[in-house]
């Protein structure tokens, strides 16, 4: 178990223990307000809405708290971060419970409707407010005291490198980052090969911070700038939480947790579905493709995907079983490689069907930039180093460069396509994928795949 699953792991089994007792006590306070007959007991282990709320409601809360956000990024959370996803969340929460659970009851009760909810707020988030907080501040006192939790190394020299690494030192927040050190600009680009760094914090003068840069893509370490440095990559801030030194992380996607959750919950559903809808397609391509020319049905080959971590993507075959004895080669318009079956294929993207089943083991997703073999991929990044943050969002069935430029048959035209990859991950959003998802089945009705 990683440290950020661990931690992950107790903010989600505090929220429920607490969230657990603070709907029991509820309970409580509805019996001694109500008319009940029955004894407490009997109230509380008897009575049906009783008893599966006691399970159901902290399920539901920690599952709203997922959605929101709160546990993916768990390194830099803020005692502010806490209360104030503990505040909004246990708000909606409250609401859900009352109008699902509570305005029906048939248990009378002399509580007026506001009271109500403010009793039931007050029990679902104080209590899970105090637990997240000492957890919160449990962590930090251990990353001090074990000199941080992620290890970062200073790239640059002359002062303003050494008052970040000061600053990173002594500040309140120090123990979120272990400094291991200062490394001069010039010997940067090796950073990718040592084992004891997690990310680097770029400060050097701007002058000389652009090639700087590129090479540090190239790691795919994490990257981090001061704010006087952000105008050579974009206009749009994402500030990460580090109290003392502003630092701007450049290699995360301009994407909102609760996005981010509603998106993966998006693709575990279409996906599911679409495996179970299209399982007649399935069988009537599988037949087609094995009648068609000899060797098996799916194809699989390994891509560079999600934080560069390498997946075997699925497809039906469309070439010959001998398409590279040669080594790796692009596709073109009249690749006598294709099959017949197979143009079929390509032209409707029916080919890329099985993906499905990548979307849903988290692989891929429904929408993203088109995931590429390891030795395109570093050919591509030779010659444009900001290729790696493509690796920042999972991979997709279907992209925005897909839908506006097609299959790429070369390098420069892999290239070309990549500009609208950069673009969907810094506009990412979820009227974004839909809007992608509309063209891509406009593409396939029609027949504009090749």
Known sequence: MTLKTGIRLSYAVCDYLTIA???????????????ITDSLGTFLWHYPQVVTGQALIPLMMVVLYWVSGFYNEVLFKSRLDDINNTLVVSAAGTLIIYFVVLVNDSIPERMRVYETLAVLMGLLSVPTMMARLIITYARRRHG?????????????SGAEARRVE??????????????????EPADAARLGERGDIDAVIVATPAKC???LLASLYRTGLQIYITPDLYSLITARPRM???????????????LPPSTQNFKRAGDIICSAAAIVALLPVYAAVALAVKLDSPGPVLYRQERVGYHRRR????????????????????STPADPRVTRVGRMLRKYRLDELPQFWNVLCGQMSLVGPRPEREYYAERIRERVPYYSLIHQVRPGITSWGMVKYGYASSVDEMIERLRYDLLYIENVSLGLDIKILFHTVSTVLTGRGV
């Open 311 to 330: 997946f075997r993507i699925i497809k039906f075959r469309t070439m010959h079983t001998d398409a590279e004895q040669t080594g790796p080669a692009l």
């Open 166 to 183: 000061r600053e990173l030192q002594r500040s309140a927040d120090a123990g979120l980052f272990a400094v291991k050190g200062a490394v």
């Open 21 to 35: 007792v603070g709907w029991l006590v509820f309970n409580i306070i509805r019996y001694y307000t109500g008319t």
């Open 240 to 254: 990460s939480k580090v109290v003392g030194e502003p630092l701007i992380n450049i290699t995360n996607a301009n």
């Open 209 to 211: 911070s652009a090639d």
């Open 144 to 156: 001090r005291r074990s000199g941080g939790f992620v290890r970062a190394a200073v790239v640059g």
